[in-house]
Protein backbone atom coordinates (compact mmCIF):
# COMPACT_ATOMS: atom_id res chain seq x y z
CA UNK A 1 0.00 0.00 0.00
CA UNK A 2 1.46 3.40 -1.09
CA UNK A 3 -0.40 6.54 0.78
CA UNK A 4 -0.89 9.77 -0.74
CA UNK A 5 -0.49 12.93 1.32
CA UNK A 6 -1.91 15.81 -0.81
CA UNK A 7 -1.19 20.17 -0.54
CA UNK A 8 -1.28 23.27 -1.98
CA UNK A 9 2.00 25.46 -1.85
CA UNK A 10 1.28 28.58 0.18
CA UNK A 11 2.69 31.94 -0.15
CA UNK A 12 4.37 32.01 2.77
CA UNK A 13 6.39 28.68 1.99
CA UNK A 14 7.92 30.46 -0.94
CA UNK A 15 11.51 32.37 -1.01
CA UNK A 16 11.82 35.98 -2.49
CA UNK A 17 11.73 34.43 -5.92
CA UNK A 18 9.30 33.04 -5.69
CA UNK A 19 10.46 29.13 -5.41
CA UNK A 20 9.13 27.20 -2.14
CA UNK A 21 12.10 27.66 0.24
CA UNK A 22 13.83 23.71 0.35
CA UNK A 23 13.16 23.16 4.12
CA UNK A 24 9.21 22.89 3.91
CA UNK A 25 10.13 19.37 1.49
CA UNK A 26 11.06 18.32 5.01
CA UNK A 27 8.13 19.43 6.87
CA UNK A 28 5.82 18.30 3.50
CA UNK A 29 7.70 14.81 4.63
CA UNK A 30 7.04 14.57 8.18
CA UNK A 31 3.20 15.39 7.70
CA UNK A 32 3.22 13.24 5.09
CA UNK A 33 4.90 10.06 7.29
CA UNK A 34 2.05 11.14 9.77
CA UNK A 35 -0.80 10.49 7.11
CA UNK A 36 1.17 7.20 6.45
CA UNK A 37 0.90 6.02 9.74
CA UNK A 38 -3.11 7.34 10.08
CA UNK A 39 -4.10 5.43 6.79
CA UNK A 40 -2.50 2.25 8.25
CA UNK A 41 -3.78 2.37 11.68
CA UNK A 42 -1.33 3.87 13.82
CA UNK A 43 -2.09 7.62 14.07
CA UNK A 44 0.74 8.84 15.76
CA UNK A 45 -1.77 11.29 18.35
CA UNK A 46 -2.81 8.22 19.68
CA UNK A 47 0.28 5.98 20.06
CA UNK A 48 1.62 8.70 22.31
CA UNK A 49 -1.41 8.97 24.00
CA UNK A 50 -2.60 5.07 24.48
CA UNK A 51 1.52 3.79 24.74
CA UNK A 52 3.38 6.82 24.80
CA UNK A 53 5.46 5.16 21.35
CA UNK A 54 6.83 7.67 19.10
CA UNK A 55 8.86 7.74 16.06
CA UNK A 56 11.30 10.37 16.11
CA UNK A 57 13.14 10.90 13.17
CA UNK A 58 16.86 9.25 12.88
CA UNK A 59 17.84 10.81 9.22
CA UNK A 60 16.16 12.67 6.56
CA UNK A 61 17.22 13.31 2.57
CA UNK A 62 15.71 14.75 -0.17
CA UNK A 63 16.26 16.09 -3.63
CA UNK A 64 15.31 18.62 -5.49
CA UNK A 65 14.87 17.95 -9.17
CA UNK A 66 12.13 21.03 -10.23
CA UNK A 67 11.13 23.89 -8.46
CA UNK A 68 7.73 24.56 -6.31
CA UNK A 69 5.69 27.37 -6.80
CA UNK A 70 3.16 29.36 -5.08
CA UNK A 71 -0.37 27.78 -5.36
CA UNK A 72 1.13 24.45 -6.87
CA UNK A 73 -0.91 21.73 -6.37
CA UNK A 74 1.36 18.43 -5.28
CA UNK A 75 1.06 14.91 -3.91
CA UNK A 76 3.45 13.25 -1.69
CA UNK A 77 3.50 9.64 -2.32
CA UNK A 78 4.94 7.33 0.39
CA UNK A 79 5.73 3.85 1.72
CA UNK A 80 8.32 1.80 3.20
CA UNK A 81 11.21 1.32 1.64
CA UNK A 82 12.89 -0.67 4.28
CA UNK A 83 12.02 -2.13 7.30
CA UNK A 84 14.59 -3.67 10.05
CA UNK A 85 13.83 -4.85 13.61
CA UNK A 86 13.24 -1.07 15.42
CA UNK A 87 13.54 1.30 12.04
CA UNK A 88 11.99 2.07 9.42
CA UNK A 89 12.80 3.91 6.33
CA UNK A 90 10.19 5.84 4.36
CA UNK A 91 10.57 6.82 1.00
CA UNK A 92 8.37 9.97 -0.18
CA UNK A 93 8.33 11.14 -4.05
CA UNK A 94 6.77 14.22 -4.45
CA UNK A 95 4.77 14.81 -8.18
CA UNK A 96 2.91 17.35 -9.71
CA UNK A 97 1.04 16.44 -12.65
CA UNK A 98 2.47 13.39 -12.83
CA UNK A 99 5.89 14.93 -13.09
CA UNK A 100 8.44 14.13 -9.76
CA UNK A 101 9.53 17.57 -8.58
CA UNK A 102 11.49 16.00 -5.97
CA UNK A 103 12.27 12.46 -3.68
CA UNK A 104 13.13 11.93 -0.33
CA UNK A 105 13.11 9.64 2.62
CA UNK A 106 13.08 9.68 6.61
CA UNK A 107 14.67 7.25 9.16
CA UNK A 108 12.93 6.57 12.03
CA UNK A 109 12.98 4.40 14.82
CA UNK A 110 9.97 2.49 17.19
CA UNK A 111 10.78 4.53 20.66
CA UNK A 112 9.13 4.42 23.87
CA UNK A 113 8.60 7.24 26.23
CA UNK A 114 7.39 5.77 28.64
CA UNK A 115 10.58 6.63 30.83
CA UNK A 116 14.02 7.20 29.14
CA UNK A 117 13.48 7.07 25.31
CA UNK A 118 14.73 4.10 24.18
CA UNK A 119 14.03 2.02 20.87
CA UNK A 120 11.47 -0.59 20.68
CA UNK A 121 10.96 -3.38 18.42
CA UNK A 122 8.13 -2.49 15.46
CA UNK A 123 4.92 -5.03 16.93
CA UNK A 124 4.15 -7.89 14.58
CA UNK A 125 0.26 -6.59 13.47
CA UNK A 126 2.37 -2.98 12.39
CA UNK A 127 5.08 -4.98 10.57
CA UNK A 128 2.84 -6.69 8.69
CA UNK A 129 1.07 -3.84 7.89
CA UNK A 130 4.14 -2.28 6.35
CA UNK A 131 5.44 -5.06 4.53
CA UNK A 132 3.32 -5.47 1.67
CA UNK A 133 3.56 -2.24 1.05
CA UNK A 134 6.99 -2.07 0.67
CA UNK A 135 6.68 -5.55 -1.90
CA UNK A 136 3.55 -3.53 -3.77
CA UNK A 137 6.28 -0.97 -4.60
CA UNK A 138 9.18 -3.21 -5.92
CA UNK A 139 6.57 -4.80 -8.47
CA UNK A 140 5.18 -1.66 -9.91
Known amino acids: MQTEYPFQVRWGDTDAAGIVFYPNFYKWMDDATHAYLTAIG ?4 QLFAKQ ?3 VPLLEANCVFKRPLLFEDRVIVQS ?3 ELQTKVFKIKHVFKK ?7 GYEV ?7 E ?3 AQPIPDDIREKMIPQMEAMEES
Open 108 to 114: RAWTSFK
Open 52 to 54: QIG
Open 42 to 45: CPSS
Open 97 to 103: NDQIVAE
Open 116 to 118: KPK
Open 79 to 81: FVE
